[in-house]
């Protein structure tokens, strides 16, 4: 299959078409735009470029999809019409991206037109993370939220790099910063975008070639009194002449700015250093929303080509583990074929790399997804549900300590997975605001700690517990248990779990989805239909087929209205899930 990818950005029209089977691309440009060549002018050369070439898809990069779109998605009008509801938010991207779509409808009329989000990778922030602190019924009202952009981009660059390191990227937590005339940073935790610099629109967080990015809303309203006469000259004002452009009074290009500097110009000189300030604030911020990190990605324009740059935004971040080898930093060199470049010391705690951003194979791998997953729908496939409640898995020495040396956890009931069982015993978790007694215990014993509650249990607690596949509870919540036999202060093991479907192998044969995979499951046959996102496949010989939600989602969906502390796992009867999307893991 043949792939056309157009990225219409900003400053560029970048294109490649993409064998899918191989995954390399058969051809590719990047049209610079400037004042007299313009998006349509590139578009136009882009076709007459391709135009002797089979394109069987053709897959557009679209900036901004605000609440409107999770995934890829083919194009018809009335996604058209939900990429043009976003222009006012990307008035510099999105029309460029429906000038691209409707000039390849027209060039490719047989070819299915897919879109892919930046926003998409974003969509699983966290409230805390995506919510500003206005008013919340005004935000409801105008979709006022952080959305997050280059979420492609980050998207790719943490798979290459869990790649590179041979780990799974559900295991690790990356922090990636894409620098170029758009600039953002994301915290990509287990697989996940659960920070990123970027907000409602692209101005929001680092310094960029001509935006502003983060700046007191009291400048903005002073501007507005004293400066500018109206919203469109802020607008201009913002996006199109501050960044580097206007903190150096010379150009948006780095490139230009860092010469300049060389030269003892102090604008630009300054603007370097805000730029290189900024960014080392977000390292910062993110390693301590996760917890910590386990690397750190380069990627972009600035990124992939400016050792000076990284340099200055890495350099004094020891305490982190952060350690530049500086000749590994200079030599650094990526292209789509060598596309990591290792630039930390050998005693680094941190490994910190140079990626070559993909934007467009990553666009090709969602497009390919979607066609064929389009080509295999299968509409009679039922998943059944069951709610779990809290509960524990403890390991030997934890068990121990609460329930005396010689205990044995002591069999309850059979629960739906084969070989686990509900226990007797149950503790009592004490958090810093308030406890919840009777919190069974689940057996076999584990190597790990795992204690799961819901969203409601989290607050009632007073904690914060992150959202986490079983078994990932590194860097996760602490929690005191109490029980017959004294208490055990845990440093992590406290997580809200992860929505999740177990599966037999030849379930996941049937579905088409393999271990790991992100799902979309549609809910129906109960009281309220609903569509869950971001569920993760686990595949086992040893599972029974059977997605599992906690007691929050399954009120949200009217599944049982009875869910109390004391459940464990209760099976539904009558709703069943059916998976309506999914995302191929990454994961090596």
Not at 356 to 367: F, G, S
Not at 457 to 467: H, I, K, N, R, T
């Amino acid at each position: 299959m043949n792939i056309l990818v157009m990225n219409c950005g900003s400053s560029s029209v970048k294109y490649q078409l993409i064998n899918s089977l191989q995954d390399v691309a058969v051809t590719e440009g990047v049209i610079e735009l400037n004042a007299t060549f313009d998006s349509a002018l590139a578009i136009k050369q882009l076709l007459e470029a391709t135009q002797d070439e089979t394109i069987d898809v053709v897959g557009h990069r679209v900036v901004h999809g605000g609440d409107s779109f999770r995934d890829a998605v083919l194009i018809d009008a009335e996604v058209l019409a939900k990429i043009q509801e976003w222009v006012p938010l990307a008035p510099m991207h999105n029309p460029a991206a429906l000038s691209g779509i409707k000039a390849a409808q027209a060039a490719f009329p047989d070819a299915p037109q897919v879109a892919v989000f930046d926003t998409a990778f974003h969509a699983t922030l966290p409230r805390r993370a995506s919510h500003y602190g206005i008013d919340a019924k005004l935000a409801k009202k105008h979709r006022i939220r952080r959305y997050g952009f280059h979420g492609t981009s980050h998207q790719f660059v943490a798979s290459e790099a869990a790649r590179y390191l041979k780990r799974p990227v559900n295991e690790l937590r990356l922090i990636t910063l894409h620098l170029g005339n758009g600039a953002s940073a994301c915290a990509v935790e287990m697989g996940s975008s659960t920070e990123t610099s970027m907000g409602m629109t692209p101005v929001e967080g680092l310094m960029m070639g001509s935006r502003s990015g983060d700046i007191d809303a009291g400048v903005v309203l002073k501007l507005l009194r004293d400066e500018v006469k109206d919203v469109d000259a802020l607008d201009e004002l913002l996006n199109r002449q501050s960044g580097f452009k206007g903190l150096s009074g010379l150009s948006s290009d780095v490139r230009e700015i860092e010469e300049a500097a060389a030269s003892g110009h102090d604008g630009a000189r300054l603007s370097i250093a805000v730029f290189a300030h900024r960014a080392k604030k977000y390292i910062g911020a993110y390693a301590a929303a996760m917890g910590g990190v386990d690397a750190v990605v380069l990627t972009g324009g600035i990124g992939e080509n400016s050792a000076s740059l990284r340099q200055r935004i890495l350099q004094r971040l020891e305490f982190l583990g952060i350690q530049i080898d500086e000749d590994r930093n200079h030599q650094a060199k990526v292209d789509h074929r060598n596309s990591v470049a290792l630039i930390s010391a050998e005693n680094s705690r941190v490994p910190t790399l140079v990626i070559k951003t993909n934007e467009e194979l990553m666009i090709a791998q969602q497009a390919a997804r979607l066609i064929q997953r389009q080509a295999n729908l299968k509409t009679d496939l039922s998943i059944p549900i069951a709610v779990s409640a809290r509960h524990l898995h403890l390991d030997r020495e934890t068990f121990a300590l609460l329930f005396g040396d010689d205990a044995e956890p002591t069999h309850h009931a059979d629960l739906s997975q084969p070989g686990q069982f509900s226990c007797m015993e149950k503790v009592t978790l004490i958090g810093p605001r308030n406890t919840i007694e009777g919190v069974r215990l689940l057996g076999p014993l584990r190597s790990k700690n795992q204690i799961e509650i819901s969203r409601s249990d989290e607050y009632f607690l007073g904690v914060d517990a992150p959202v986490r596949d079983s078994g990932r509870v590194n860097g996760s919540a602490p929690i005191t248990l109490k029980g017959p036999n004294g208490s055990v202060r845990l440093q992590e093991g406290l997580i809200c779990a992860r929505r999740h479907i177990h599966m037999h192998p030849d379930d996941a044969k049937r579905f088409g989805v393999k271990n790991k995979d992100e799902v979309e499951i549609g809910i129906t046959g109960g009281p309220r239909d609903l569509i869950f996102c971001d569920v993760l496949v686990r595949v086992s010989p040893g599972y029974r087929l059977e997605m599992h939600i906690d007691t929050d989602e399954a009120n949200a969906a009217e599944l049982d209205r009875q869910a109390s502390g004391e459940l464990v796992y209760t099976d539904i009867t009558g709703p069943s899930g059916s998976i309506k999307a999914h995302k191929t893991s990454n994961q090596n």
